[in-house]
């Protein structure tokens, strides 16, 4: 007759079942515990609530990382048609923001968010104010031209905040480690 240790020792085929179905305890597979068919279930259900919260922080934290810069082009837009210092600001406070809130595996497509961000927000508001009359040739490469310039120092200055605010993540991160013995 089986003992309670052959029940929860897995065979060749797999785990047994115990021949006692009321019994709830967990079985164990080689040197893990595998919990019970409700104990997974109810552990599914908190990391599915868990996850979806996370996710609808991430959506608004991105909608506002977009929001600021486009808010910062449009209080620079009747002022001049270069984008200027509020945009700039704007830029470098959304990349503090993705870069403060993003997690570890975001950080490699956070890192890469700041030029293309800004460079699509500069043509857009550039077009809508009516940057560039001509559609072909010479007047396109003109107004790539004059959008990179005018994009570049929200630009550097986006891309520079966000690593900083990375790289003092990082090292966080490795002074905790160490302080825990990992």
């Not at 609808?56 to 449009?74: D, S």
């Not at 406070?93 to 870069?99: C, D, F, G, I, Y």
């Not at 966080?172 to 013995?181: E, F, K, L, W």
Request: a positive charge; glycine letters at 10%.
């Amino acid at each position: 007759m089986p003992t309670a240790d052959h029940r929860a020792t897995p065979s060749r085929g797999g785990a047994r079942p115990s021949p006692d179905p009321a019994a709830s305890r967990p079985r164990v597979q080689g040197a893990r515990r595998v919990p019970a068919a409700r104990d997974r279930a109810a552990a599914h259900g908190r990391r599915g609530s868990r996850s979806r919260a996370r996710s609808r922080r991430a959506a608004l934290i991105a909608l506002a990382a977009l929001a600021l810069p486009v808010a910062g082009i449009a209080v620079d837009g009747p002022t001049g048609s270069a984008p200027g210092w509020a945009f700039v600001a704007t830029a470098v406070v959304a990349a503090v923001l993705a870069a403060m809130t993003c997690s570890r595996a975001g950080a490699w497509w956070v890192a890469y968010a700041p030029p293309l961000v800004v460079a699509s927000i500069t043509v857009v508001a550039e077009e809508l104010g009516g940057g560039t009359g001509e559609s072909h040739g010479k007047g396109i490469a003109t107004a790539a031209v004059h959008w990179a310039v005018d994009a570049f120092p929200a630009m550097a200055a986006a891309e520079a905040a966000l690593l900083a605010v990375l790289a003092a993540r990082w090292i966080r991160s490795r002074r905790s480690a160490r302080r825990n013995g990992e």
